[in-house]
């Protein structure tokens, strides 16, 4: 498994190459403890896929509708704590039936729970978003308009793609534009007007333009690729990694795989900026089992503006998804690498820390750079 993918670093590396000492895995850039007056900061956090399978809808159900709140109820101040909290949402909200997995439409409910626990920004370009067809899509993004959600990655028309594709948000003075394509939508289509951002380099490279006639402080692709279970990124995503780095995107963020792939911070070698690409977040959360499925990681990206934006830190966390087959509560819940004790079972403190374990030797030997927070 590893010399494939050291190969393909070493393609990569003939772009960039990596400064960053593995062992220390923090990523500070100055010494600055206080920052100064002209110095200013924004905080991202990104998170993978959020599923929605039928054994959750289940769970879910109540007398009166559909009950999420224990799902984020451990990492909300760490959502919270971001200045823009990016979440990738694989279902639909495309009204009853409610359904699992082929073809997801999951009640309102969970998207008032996501928003409800600080996620501000909602992805929509991934396999799924076409579950329910043109109606599901609709009514999805109708829904994320009519709660004044920041959303992109699709559209009900060219004029809504104008405006939010890129996305466009600005804190500190500091200006981010965000672009999300997906490699897929499970071979269903949507006619005109509605559009969904599939990953075409042409088409790619004309929304970067674009973005860059608006001058952002910083470009952050979120791109749903790769392949299913696979731990390691493949070809195809290397290379597209390494195209979108040559044509300006500062931060590459993916998903889909439902495994966590390894993070690499490199170093372009014109501007000397430091760039993440993460290359899957894994699941969030969802009713997955297999190997490598049950968990998945929040990324917290830190940017600093001086004279221009530089990254100051790329840190993430482990989370681990309590089924209630296993934990023995009542509903799903997420379970952060933390510093407290959260008195699971035997049975679910074995899987938990198997996770933890597995992915941390992993992690250990692939990543380049980004290094474990705890949550508080
Ligand atoms: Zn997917």
């Known amino acids: 498994m590893k010399t494939p993918f050291l190969l393909l670093l070493l393609v990569s590396a ?62 909300r101040e760490d959502i919270q704590s971001a200045d823009f909290s990016l979440i990738n949402f694989e279902t639909t909200l495309g009204g009853k039936p409610y359904s699992g997995y082929p073809l997801f439409s999951s009640p309102d409910e969970l998207l008032l729970e996501v928003l409800d626990s600080g996620f501000n920004i909602i992805l929509t370009a991934n396999n799924h978003i076409l579950d329910r067809g043109k109606k599901g899509l609709r009514r ?12 992109t990655g699709s559209f009900q028309s060219q004029e809504e793609r104008e405006n939010r594709n890129p996305l466009w948000v600005e804190k500190n003075g500091i200006k981010i534009a965000f672009l999300n394509y997906t490699y897929g939508t499970n071979g269903l289509t949507v006619d ?16 970067i333009l674009k973005a860059y006639k608006n001058k952002p402080d910083a470009l952050i692709m979120l791109i749903h690729w790769g392949e299913e279970y696979e731990m390691l990124p493949n070809k195809k995503q290397v290379e597209l990694a390494n195209w ?24 372009d070698s014109l ?13 969030f959360i969802s009713n997955m089992s297999r190997k490598g499925t049950d968990g998945g990681m929040m990324l917290k990206l830190t940017l600093q503006k001086d004279s221009i934006t530089q990254l100051k830190s790329c840190e993430y966390n482990l989370v681990w998804t309590g089924r209630p087959i296993i934990t023995g509560e009542n509903n799903y819940i997420l379970y952060p690498s933390s510093t407290k004790d959260y008195q699971l079972n035997n049975q679910a403190n074995t899987l938990r820390n198997n996770f933890l374990n597995t992915t941390r030797k992993f992690l250990n030997d692939y990543n380049q750079g980004a290094r474990e927070y705890l949550v508080q």
């Not at 007007?193 to 380099?201: A, L």
């Open 271 to 283: 501007s000397n900026q430091k760039k993440v690409v993460a290359y899957s977040l894994g699941n």
């Open 14 to 75: 003939s772009l960039y190459s990596c400064t960053f000492n593995s062992k220390s895995n923090k990523i500070q850039i100055g010494k600055t403890e206080e920052l100064k007056d002209s110095v200013q900061e924004i905080k991202l956090l990104f998170v993978g896929d959020v599923m929605q399978h039928k054994t959750q809808l289940n769970y879910a159900k109540t007398d009166s509708g559909y009950n999420y709140s224990s799902y984020f109820k451990h990492i």
């Open 140 to 151: 999805t993004l109708s829904l994320l308009d009519s709660l004044r959600i920041q959303h």
């Open 192 to 207: 005109s007007p509605f559009i969904v951002n599939y990953i075409d380099k042409q088409i790619i490279e004309k929304d």
């Open 244 to 267: 979108l780095f040559s044509k300006g995107v500062h931060h590459i963020i993916g998903s889909h795989p439902h495994v966590i792939q390894p993070i690499q911070i490199v170093t």
